[in-house]
């Protein structure tokens, strides 16, 4: 007869108001990279990515510029709002588990991520959006402004590492 030992311990708490549990984990962030599809957002966040990691930073980037290859599997279609959403759930939750999430996202317009904002914000997870556009980084919605015309790939990512201390999101 087998018995098992159970460690007594308070009950679980129950939900707050509203029944929405809230991680209390460390925060990382998402930083979400919009601007046409191209080699010039990648290599921002691939250097922003190295320095992080270079600090003892947990960095990922996600890559949503292409369809997936093979396409992913499930009931859900594969759109670009579709691909924004999921790239927007792993962002919040890799964010909401102290990392640092890159996230190049499908469509250059800033309204395509108000979803993902929008979790961001519910789940009370540091969200920075940054449009990259040729010469030019900036925050959506905002007079803040990482002005990148004419700088090699370093400098831009200084400029954007920059711009994620201000926030406090480094």
Known sequence: MATSARTAGPAPAPPPPGGTLRCTCRSGATVWLTGPPGPRKAALARAVRDELRGRGRR?????????????????????????????????????????????????????????????HHAADVPYLEVQVGRGTARTAGSAAHV???????PAAAAALLHLMTERGLV
């Open 147 to 153: 002005d990148v015309t004419g700088q090699d790939t």
């Open 59 to 119: 960095v990922e980037v996600l890559y949503g510029d292409e369809p997936p290859h093979p396409p992913l599997a499930g009931p859900a279609p594969h759109t670009a709002d579709a691909d924004r959403l999921r790239i927007g759930l792993a962002a919040e939750t890799l964010a909401r588990n102290d990392v640092t999430v890159l996230a190049l996202a499908p469509g250059p317009h800033p309204h395509d991520a108000d979803p993902v904002r929008a979790r």
